[in-house]
């Protein structure tokens, strides 16, 4: 009897171990980022927070070189991380159709997720009614500008076609390329500047109505915005001095260029941002934006084009799903937080599109920052929004449209024909069902 008294003893003992050992082993949560994140920032800023508040979860965030090709190999080989990053909501649409993403739709209503980010970034993660994704960050097009080299040349911000037309030949009078941008080492940067035509060309009403199916991408006013693209990349010369300029351009080139007043111009992206801040740090004051101004009278007045830059979702094979979710629910929870993480880089990227007021910026943020956030905020509020293609165009014509539209400015393929293979891309999505969600306009 004794020594069952003994053994019954040891057995609940042993339990208690078993559950304190169990108590003090967190899940492991793994997150893959882009290679250049500051790591020491954002364990600092957001992992060891984290950690912290959550003792039964380890957060890892793991920095990868080709993170999208990445993914994919792991994905195939049943090893991809519990938290995926990927460069828009449009991107996950194969994984979805697979089965291999964790549907957030529950735990974004329990946990409030549509009170906390603006209603076109949450829409922008929904497939099918259900949400996949949201945001890591969120950006718009904008024209950056060397200030200094406007000032001595008696330069404004322009706000017309005409003026802009203006700037650029005098730039060019004066041995200055007017825009210097490129694609070297991101062969994407192209959607960029097609994007930017057909929203300020033929306008951000007359893009809704093609992404609906209301208008043909073969339309006219599509025609003549990559018409006016191509005459200003091969026959003018505004995007570098050259054609072949374009793709020797990349990252430090283009920002060196503007800097150095090589280039008066760039059309970029608000990740922009941080070039400014690295590739300006010794003249700070010499670099300023303004919207991008419409191309044509039926664009209307200027828009901000709509855009997630990079999103998040949970991997449907994840061992710990909910663990995954509660990181997601983590970037949310604190608006100043992440708007500290945003600004080591400038605010060009980590910023998830959260409703942040002038309060959640820290003390000190540079006012080109602001004035953005206020006028992006102000503008959209009216409904004046663009589109971009990597967010609101399906996968397959996203990368028609960057990789042909190279072929166009060769001469090699027509607009007409290029405008047409994008619009048999679409029919063959709409009808797959796999036409990325619109936010209501």
Known sequence: MRNKFVFVVLAVMLCLVAG?????????VTWWTEDYVDMEQLNALLVEPFNAAHPDIRLEVIPQSGLDDAMRTAFTAGSAPDILQTPGA???GEYVNAGLIYPLTQAAADMGWQEKLLPWAYESGLLSGELYSIPLT???????????????????????????????????????????????????????VVGVYLNNYAGADNVYAALTGEKAWTDPEFVAAIELL????????????????????????????????ESAMMIIGTWGFRGADEFFAETTDDWDWAPIPPLSDMAGE???????????????????????????????????????????????????????????????????????????????????VGYTTWTFWPADADVQLWQEIENVWYGELTVEDYLANQQALWDEARAAGSVPPLPAR
Do not use: C
């Open 20 to 28: 304190a050992v169990s108590a003090q082993d967190p899940v492991t």
């Open 90 to 92: 449009s991107f996950i």
């Open 138 to 192: 969120f950006e718009s097009m904008i024209l950056m500008y060397n200030k200094t080299l406007f000032e001595e040349m008696g330069w404004t911000a322009p706000t017309t076609f005409a003026e802009l037309q203006a700037i650029a030949e005098a730039a060019q009078a004066a041995g200055i390329n007017p825009f210097g941008y490129g694609n070297a080492g991101f062969q994407p940067s192209n959607e960029h």
């Open 230 to 261: 191509r005459s200003h990349m091969a026959d003018d010369n505004w995007f570098n001095d050259s054609l072949e300029t374009w793709f020797a351009y990349g990252w430090n080139e283009q920002f060196t260029a503007l800097s150095t007043r």
């Open 302 to 384: 200027y828009n901000y084009m709509l855009a997630t830059g990079s999103t998040l979702s949970v991997n449907g094979q994840s061992a710990h799903p909910e663990a995954a979710v509660a990181v997601l629910d983590f970037l949310m929870s604190d608006p100043a937080r992440m708007l500290q993480i945003a600004a080591g880089y400038n605010y060009g990227e980590f910023v998830v599109p959260l409703r942040y007021t002038a309060e959640d910026f820290p003390e000190g943020t540079d006012e080109r920052i602001t004035r953005f956030y206020a006028d992006f905020g102000a503008v959209t509020g009216e409904g004046r």
